[in-house]
Each structure stands twice: as C-alpha cells, then as structure tokens.
C-alpha cells in the first residue's frame, strides 16, 4: 500500500522491495518458475560454451526474461483466479487455461530464437 508520507525516493525502495519480495515467492514456490530458471542457466551456460555474439546474447536474455514474465503473469491469475472462485467453475477453468497459453506462446517463441542461434552452432560440431 503506498504510504502518501514516503516521497519518492522512500517510495521507489519499497517497490523494490515488493519486487524482490514477489521474486523471491515465485523463485521458492512455483515449480514452473524453478523450471524455467533452470533452463535459462542451461542456455546461458550454452551460450558461453557456443561463444554467442552480443546480438545473440541479447535475443536470448530477452526470451528467458519473456518466458520468466509470462510464467510470473499465469502465476498471478491462476492465484486470483483461485481467490475469486475457490471450486470449480467452467469460466474460472477457461480463464486459467488462456492464462496457461501465456507462457506456451513465450516458450515457443525461445524455441524458435535458440533453434535460430544454435542449430548452426550444433551442426558446425560435426
């Protein structure tokens, strides 16, 4: 809750706070979080192994960030979606089921740029 009496300095410490606070929820309860992160490193440990160029690197940092976002965001709505209606509900159901495509649509998308940046690397090997 903003506090009108922070400022905007005391202000912008406390959502860094909130931020760091959310990211330390989703990185030691959410599965799917723990999965992606894990993948993340196994791409940047390739990239360092590969030698990818900078253009590379970037392409790939902005795909895991976009994968990490999309699972943080079906996190979100799942838990509101679960607030709200608490049972089973036909709406609720559909709701989270667009909810879950969010990252589908962000991971194949990854799948595309890394097949892009290391196909040629990987058939270069042989």
């Known amino acids: 809750m903003k506090?009108?009496?922070d400022g905007f300095?005391?202000?912008?410490?406390?959502?860094f706070k909130y931020a760091f606070k959310g990211l330390w929820i989703l990185l030691t309860t959410e599965d799917s979080i723990k999965v992606q992160v894990t993948v993340g490193v196994f791409a940047t440990i390739m990239g360092f192994y590969f030698k990818i160029s900078t253009i590379e690197w970037m392409f790939q940092l902005i795909v895991i960030g976009l994968v990490l976002m999309a699972e943080a965001a079906n996190t979100a709505i799942e838990k509101i979606a679960n607030f709200v209606h608490p049972e089973y509900h036909k709406k609720i159901e559909v709701i989270?089921?667009?909810?879950?495509?969010?990252?589908?649509?962000?991971?194949?998308?990854s799948l595309v740029i890394a097949g892009i940046i290391y196909i040629p690397k990987i058939i270069a090997l042989f």
């Open 3 to 5: 506090d009108p009496n």
């Open 9 to 15: 300095f005391f202000g912008r410490i406390k959502s």
């Open 96 to 109: 989270k089921d667009v909810a879950a495509g969010i990252p589908g649509f962000a991971a194949l998308i």
